[in-house]
Nanobody, 122 residues
Framework: QVQLVESGGGLVQPGGSLRLSCAAS????????MGWFRQAPGKEREFVAA????????NYADYVKGRFTISRDNAKNTVYLQMNSLDSEDTGVYYC???????????????WGQGTQVTVSS
């Protein structure tokens, strides 16, 4: 069982930046594929980004490419999501996710965090 705890959400103005963190409890964290999803009010949860355990494979949704950066520190059991040039469309609850498989971490991950709220507003 992998427990994931997100932090770093908050209120930011359009054009601003935030960095989300996700701490994992699992000692074998370095063997999991990690991802981020988000859910805007009234919308379905959608994929944002994912990376492999070695960080050599990274995938971003088109709507965040060039603005968001996913990274991980296996020594700290933590994955990050650096978000730049934020706009109102990025508002939502952001969820960290983990799965042993690359395909599943981007579609239906086995493990989820509780989510952290990101609000982009002036």
């Amino acid at each position: 069982q992998v427990q994931l705890v997100e932090s770093g959400g908050g209120l930011v103005q359009p054009g601003g930046s935030l960095r989300l963190s996700c701490a994992a409890s699992e000692r074998s964290f370095s063997t999991y594929f990690m991802g981020w999803f988000r859910q805007a009010p009234g919308k379905e949860r959608e994929f944002v980004a994912a990376l492999a355990w070695s960080s050599d494979i990274i995938n971003y949704a088109d709507y965040v490419k060039g603005r968001f950066t996913i990274s991980r520190d296996n020594a700290k059991n933590t994955v990050y999501l650096q978000m730049n040039s934020l706009d109102s469309e990025d508002t939502g609850v952001y969820y960290c996710a983990a799965d042993p498989g690359w395909a599943r971490v981007r579609t239906s991950p086995r493990y989820w965090g509780q989510g952290t709220q990101v609000t982009v507003s002036s």
